[in-house]
């Protein structure tokens, strides 16, 4: 069982800056932790992931050079720093735990097993 708190949402002006956490518990090694979001009447889509062990990272072209994720593990922790955001970045996160994640499925959320709650970003213009 692996579980998952997003926290660091917000509300921020178009050109801000916002990191969310996501802290996990229970299984994560070797695991892959993504994010993903979610706007109203849109589809789930994947934001940025990183590989637990490798430190691989994978990004969305619409948020290449903008967000940034990292991990902490001495805290259990991901990140996902969000810099110059647009108003079109408005969404739910959230995170999410997968085990045995190829690379090539990594934007999949079919791929991932556990969920967080989400936490709102909101970016007004």
């Known amino acids: 069982q692996v579980q998952l708190v997003e926290s660091g949402g917000g509300l921020v002006q178009a050109g801000g800056s916002l990191r969310l956490s996501c802290a996990a518990s229970?299984?994560?090694?070797?695991?892959?932790i993504g994010w993903f979001r979610q706007a109203p009447g849109k589809e789930r889509e994947f934001v940025a992931a990183?590989?637990?062990?490798?430190?691989?990272?994978v990004y969305a072209d619409s948020v290449k050079g903008r967000f940034t994720i990292s991990r902490d593990n001495a805290e259990n922790t991901v990140y996902l720093q969000m810099n110059s955001l647009k108003p079109d970045d408005t969404a739910v996160y959230y995170c999410a735990e997968g085990s045995r994640i190829i690379l090539s499925n990594i934007r999949n959320h079919a791929a991932y097993d556990y969920w967080g709650q989400g936490t709102q970003v909101t970016v007004s213009s």
């Open positions: 990183i590989r637990w062990a490798a430190r691989t990272t």
């Open positions: 229970g299984r994560t090694h070797q695991s892959t």
